[in-house]
């Protein structure tokens, strides 16, 4: 089965912060922009980051950039998120996603699988 | 306030058929990119529902659909079952923003 899975959560204080990591398993991540998507008590979903197949484009949010780094390492099949300066309103769950297109120059795009998500509060 | 505007909440009895729409703009919906749908069952993670406005996922039932017109799209589910109790949300790309945007969600409740 295609899934993903998430680990590196946590209760962190402001200003701090985490590193997210996202493995996936039955499926090749270099073939695939991979996302982050989160989602705070509550709410909605806010997609975060995203980068490509050979990890040479980034984007994201941005409520988050220059804060937040995404990354990943293909020869692990895994996917990072590293969160820097962390504030209160960072607090959610984080959730990895692979990104399906009907065609490779297609702009817009799907996610699945999605894994569990990640815990991430930010509180003093 | 999101850039998709959703229904907060629907309901229906078991057995009926609800639709939840998404309200989109000339920049997403009516700029022609597709509406993907995804459900969200209580403590859960987001399941892809509907890709490309009308397809559904393997395994997904076919008492759920998607359209598509102009600058909204909609999902419908009918024979509702209790457990349709769920979120859901619809996703597209938009110009402005540039990059992918999410409807606020819709909480259905089966009566």
């Known amino acids: 089965e295609v899934q993903v899975v998430e680990s590196g959560g946590g209760l962190v204080q402001p200003g701090g912060s985490l590193r997210l990591s996202c493995a996936a398993s039955?499926?090749?991540?270099?073939?695939?922009?991979m996302s982050w998507v989160r989602q705070a008590p509550g709410k909605g979903l806010e997609w975060v980051a995203k980068?490509?197949?050979?990890?040479?484009?980034?984007y994201y949010v941005d409520s988050v950039k220059g804060r937040f780094t995404i990354s990943r390492d293909n020869a692990r099949n895994s996917v990072y998120l590293e969160m820097n300066n962390l504030r209160v309103e960072d607090t959610g769950v984080y959730y990895c996603?692979?990104?399906?297109?009907?065609?490779?120059?297609?702009?817009?795009?799907?996610?699945?699988?999605w894994g569990q998500g990640a815990l991430v509060s930010v509180s003093s | 306030q999101s850039v998709l505007t959703q229904p907060p909440s629907v309901s229906g009895a078991p057995g009926q058929t609800v639709t939840i729409s998404c309200t989109g703009s000339?920049?997403?919906?009516?700029?022609?990119?597709?509406v993907h749908w995804y459900q969200q069952l209580p403590g859960t993670a987001p399941k892809l529902l509907i890709y490309?406005?009308?397809n559904r996922p393997s395994g997904v039932p076919d008492r759920f659909s998607g359209s598509k017109s102009g600058t909204s799209a909609s999902l419908a589910i009918t024979g509702l079952q209790a457990e349709d109790e769920a979120d859901y949300y619809c996703?597209?790309?938009?110009?402005?923003?540039?990059?992918?945007?999410f409807g606020g969600g819709t909480k259905l409740t089966v009566l």
């Open positions: 000339t920049s997403n919906i009516g700029a022609d990119y597709d």
């Open positions: 996703q597209s790309h938009d110009n402005n923003v540039r990059g992918v945007v």
């Open positions: 039955e499926f090749t991540v270099s073939y695939y922009w």
């Open positions: 490309g406005n009308n």
């Open positions: 996603a692979r990104e399906d297109r009907k065609a490779y120059y297609d702009i817009s795009q799907w996610f699945h699988p």
């Open positions: 980068i490509k197949q050979d990890g040479s484009e980034e």
